[in-house]
């Protein structure tokens, strides 16, 4: 998580900066496709409860990993490796 926050990629795009965009990348680079703005959504929705003490929903790093480790993501890559580059 800290690598990919820290990428040039993520720090030259103000739009990852926002919950929206963040969960909108994560479709096209981890799932390899766009998101149904009702999938954005429910991720934002659940990201902006998260109380940043444990209980909640999720941080960003906790949305990526759910990416990571969704059905979706397994289907498309089974080896469990994907790049970061853009789609």
């Known amino acids: 998580y ?3 926050i820290s990428s040039a990629e993520f720090q030259n795009n103000p739009a990852l900066h926002t919950r929206t965009g963040f969960v ?3 479709y096209q680079v981890i799932l390899g496709r766009t998101p149904q703005p009702s999938e954005v959504t429910g991720w934002v929705n659940q ?3 998260y109380n940043g003490g444990g209980t909640g929903s999720l941080t960003w790093l906790m949305a990526m990993d759910d990416f990571y480790a969704s059905a979706e993501y397994a289907s498309h890559c089974p080896s469990g490796y994907y ?3 853009a789609p």
Do not use: A, E, I, S
Request: aromatic share 8%; charged share 15%.
């Open 2 to 4: 800290n690598d990919f």
């Open 24 to 26: 909108t990348r994560l």
């Open 47 to 49: 990201m902006q409860t």
């Open 83 to 85: 790049t970061l580059g």
